[in-house]
């Protein structure tokens, strides 16, 4: 078994997919653009990987190990121990808000809407027309369950984002994605819980408004709202993610990670409305971490971690990313307290969590690229995750 997942562990460092997919959209293609409104492709947002700079591959656990190695669907924690605990995981509810300043108030009102308002998506044009760019993203799981090494949950995930596309023109580029499903993972691992195998599917249908706008379109609310639906469409969509974890020792505990999102390319299939059938391509990241003991005080981490691999657009500094921290009274998200920080080619990010019994709480200040690849242009977000974890 042990020799069996090596060989797939290095058979799976050169499998990758080429190319990048294309949202079917009202947009103007010959618009020359500084900016786009780039919303994740991930299912759900994870606190942890904004405040690490996306470095958390070899050590991320529990919900985030869905998206970022679900190899390590456990928790390093209980990873090394000889059996596996019956409930690993039992959040309810387990929520992530993540937003620009100002931005606030809009997710609010969309969240508890359901669905979009021409009101809500017209004040976000007419904003970012000035300048003023409006970010917001919530993924709501209820109950999020983990059994073994099985987690299962509902998916419910909102996100938008507005920002003039180009400085020499009045266009606002608007992206407003809804998405509703479910997602699970399992893995497996061998006898010494040394080397461990996971994959996780999140199938969902995604609503979604993209296209480019003019403010000053928006002063007529029938023109607006009718803009607004001729840039409407729906998908169905199933995203697959396999990952690979590798201790080398046990001693500062050397981890190697290798995790395929969107395994084999990721489908979307049109339902309604505008655009047409798309394909997300497949993202290989390798990822190297090194965990030593600090004695009875906690844990040290350092990751390093290279992602989208064979994206030919991205130079090799903007692949990089690293991360450090500490967790203290315990390891990982089953810690007391962690603090750490990462940085990439956007600049430096930090965050922490804190838990108080059944009760988690992360915060992490991060920045997203919403510039093109040769130009980026960071955009300072916050994130936070609240969490009643009963099986902590």
């Known amino acids: 078994?042990?020799?069996?997942?090596?060989?797939?562990?290095?058979?799976?460092?050169?499998?990758?997919?080429?190319?990048?997919?294309?949202?079917?959209s009202n947009q103007d293609q010959d618009l020359e653009r500084d900016r786009i409104?780039?919303?994740?492709?991930?299912?759900?947002?994870?606190?942890?990987?904004?405040?690490?700079?996306?470095?958390?591959?070899?050590?991320?656990?529990?919900?985030?190990?869905?998206?970022?190695?679900?190899a390590n669907t456990v928790g390093r924690s209980r990873a090394s121990s000889k059996k596996d605990a019956?409930?690993?995981?039992?959040?309810?509810?387990?929520?992530?808000?993540?937003?620009?300043?100002?931005?606030?108030?809009?997710?609010?009102?969309s969240a508890l809407a359901g669905e979009p308002s021409s009101t809500i998506l017209s004040q976000m044009v007419e904003d970012a027309s000035e300048e003023q760019y409006h970010f917001g993203r919530s993924t709501l799981m209820v109950p999020a369950?983990?059994?073994?090494?099985?987690?299962?949950?509902?998916?419910?995930?909102?996100?938008?984002n507005a920002v003039k596309a180009s400085d020499t023109s009045d266009v606002v580029d608007l992206n407003y994605q809804k998405k509703v499903g479910a997602i699970a993972g399992l893995s497996f691992t061998d006898k010494k819980k040394e080397l461990a195998l996971g994959i996780s599917?999140?199938?969902?249908?995604?609503?979604?408004?993209?296209?480019?706008?003019?403010?000053?379109d928006m002063a007529d609310t029938e023109v607006s709202k009718q803009q607004f639906e001729d840039a409407t469409g729906s998908y169905s969509v199933l995203s697959l993610t396999t990952g690979l974890s590798w201790r080398i020792n046990h001693k500062a505990s050397p981890t190697i990670s290798v995790t395929m999102?969107?395994?084999?390319?990721?489908?979307?299939?049109?339902?309604?409305?505008?655009?047409?059938?798309?394909?997300?391509?497949?993202?290989?990241?390798?990822?190297?971490?090194?965990?030593?003991?600090?004695?009875?005080?906690?844990?040290?981490?350092?990751?390093l971690e290279t992602d989208e691999i064979t994206n030919d657009e991205l130079s090799l500094?903007?692949?990089?990313?690293?991360?450090?921290?500490?967790?203290?009274?315990?390891?990982?998200?089953?810690?007391?307290?962690?603090?750490?920080?990462?940085?990439?080619?956007?600049?430096?990010?930090?965050?922490?969590?804190?838990?108080?019994?059944?009760?988690?709480?992360?915060?992490?200040?991060?920045?997203e690229n919403i510039g093109t690849y040769?130009?980026?242009?960071?955009?300072?977000?916050q994130s936070i995750t609240a969490s009643i974890d009963l099986a902590r």
Not at 146 to 151: A, K, P, Q, S, V
Not at 201 to 216: T, V
Not at 271 to 293: C, M
Not at 374 to 381: D, S, V
């Open 86 to 109: 019956f409930a690993s995981h039992f959040g309810f509810p387990y929520l992530v808000i993540q937003s620009t300043e100002g931005s606030d108030s809009f997710l609010e009102k």
């Open 374 to 381: 040769k130009e980026p242009i960071a955009q300072q977000r």
């Open 145 to 160: 369950v983990g059994l073994g090494r099985m987690i299962v949950a509902p998916l419910y995930d909102l996100q938008f």
């Open 317 to 367: 500094d903007k692949k990089i990313h690293a991360s450090t921290g500490f967790d203290f009274g315990g390891r990982g998200s089953f810690s007391i307290l962690s603090i750490y920080g990462g940085y990439d080619h956007l600049g430096g990010s930090y965050g922490g969590h804190i838990n108080i019994g059944f009760i988690g709480l992360q915060y992490a200040t991060f920045n």
């Open 1 to 24: 078994m042990k020799a069996r997942l090596r060989i797939i562990f290095c058979c799976s460092v050169s499998w990758a997919t080429l190319g990048h997919g294309q949202i079917a």
């Open 261 to 303: 999102k969107d395994l084999g390319g990721t489908d979307y299939s049109h339902q309604s409305g505008i655009g047409s059938d798309y394909k997300v391509e497949q993202n290989t990241s390798v990822g190297f971490a090194v965990s030593p003991s600090l004695g009875k005080w906690g844990f040290y981490n350092f990751v």
């Open 201 to 216: 599917a999140a199938f969902f249908n995604m609503d979604q408004i993209r296209g480019d706008f003019l403010a000053s």
């Open 37 to 70: 409104a780039r919303l994740s492709d991930a299912p759900i947002a994870s606190t942890h990987s904004a405040g690490s700079s996306k470095a958390i591959g070899p050590i991320t656990e529990g919900m985030d190990s869905l998206i970022y190695n679900p």
